[in-house]
């Protein structure tokens, strides 16, 4: 897509890598124009003007100057600074575990506006109380969904009969759900509870809000992640590497919990 | 880039460019200017410049304390006895003992983590010089942590982690103030600089 020499747009800040002397290289995801890599003159200094504005997971409006090789920021202005999360070690691990998989499932430059705005509602909900694990696996399903990768999960994948009663099974390399009978022709199938299916299909067929509604116990939540991790694993062909971190985060928190008198 | 893509270069010369290149900051124009510039300078300076590398490969060690680049294990601020041993400042890099340092305004021992836990670069706590820092705490002797890794996201997270992880071990951890810059302009400072610069203010 062409665009004018300056512009102006809002993004969220996913990555940050240091460049040269003072710089930065950010990487965005903004709404019209899907995921930019630019660079940030001068903004290790501590006097920087733009700095405070382009730190990790902020929303920002921005003016962009494409230079020759790699676009510039001119300008950067604070909307949302997830102060909230930022505080809050679990939900920030949560969060940066969102922009490590926004960064890797959005190529450069391809403009998803949708992706856009299920990301800020996503971070909107690891500010609040709400089932901050349960936002996760929303966010990975429509995220999967809006790139043609979403599961199904309805019908045998293979047979398109309708899941009867009974075992039923997954296979990331089958794309969603396996009937008993299809199940051997997929090597990587694995059996899946019906109440983990079921979850799944709400969550994929409801707005957040809604979704955010069902209250899910930590076995099933566990069988949850496992599953959609292995649909992720399997399209973007990597494990993503803030997985050690929220591991981490949770044997820590869980350890003060225990702890706690 | 290989050694033939500086072709026709002779092939020292060629591969005095591509070592250049390998430099953070350095680009191929770079690369082949400072080659050129190496060239024509006078032998001992040539000597000098290669001895400086070599020693710094060969002789800088990291201090088994403090995990500071020094040639001397434990370094000369780890052994300085002037040196209030009872509260230690937490860094990230080996650059930030210097900048520190130049400050003279902390009189206690440093730890030097040589990273920040960064999850999107697969920097996780295990690859950080925590564990080092944990023995250091065994004693019960440190009565202060000073937690001074960068202002920013990742900084924070590794602050945040260190507090949760530290706090049975010592008495009191704390956070260098974050606040506005001297030289700075209230017009331009960003919400999250300006709300931590009332939050820490003080009585004059």
Known sequence: MTRPHTFNTEAVVLRAADLGESDRLLTLLTPAHGKLQVSARGVRKTTSKLGGHLDLLTRVTLTISQGQSLATIAGAETLEPFITLKADLKALSKAL????????????????????ALLLETLHILETPADHDLALRYYELRLLDMGGFGPQ????????????????YVSPAAGGALC????????????????ALKVLRYLASNPLPVA???????????????????LLRHTLERELRSNAFLRTVAQQSARSETNAP | MTTNDFL???????????????????????????T???VRMPEEDAHALADAIIAVKEQIILCS???????????PICTDPTRDRSIICVIEEPLDVLALERTHCFRGLYHVLHGVISPINGINAEELKIRELLV?????????????????????ATAMYLHRLLTPFVPKITRLARGLPVGGDLEYADQVTLTRAFQGRQSL
């Open chain 2, 65 to 75: 304390q403090c995990q500071n680049l020094t040639e001397a294990d434990p370094c």
């Open chain 1, 212 to 230: 955010l509604r069902l209250v899910v116990r930590p076995p099933l939540h566990r069988e949850l992640a496992a599953h959609v991790s292995a």
């Open chain 2, 136 to 156: 250091r705490l065994k004693d019960g002797s440190v009565q202060e942590i000073v937690l001074a890794t960068n202002p920013n996201l990742e900084g924070e």
């Open chain 2, 8 to 34: 026709p270069a002779a092939a020292p010369v060629a591969r005095l460019i591509q070592e250049l290149h390998k430099l953070p900051g350095i680009g191929a124009k770079t690369a082949q200017r400072l």
């Open chain 2, 36 to 38: 050129y510039y190496l």
């Open chain 1, 180 to 195: 008993p009978g299809c199940r051997p022709s997929f090597a990587d199938s694995a059996p899946i509870s019906v109440d």
């Open chain 1, 97 to 116: 575990y969102l922009a490590e998989l926004a960064d890797a499932f959005h190529p450069l430059e391809a403009p998803m506006p949708p992706a856009y």
């Open chain 1, 153 to 168: 999960l309805t019908q045998c994948v293979q047979c398109q009969e309708r899941l009867q009663a009974g075992s039923h």
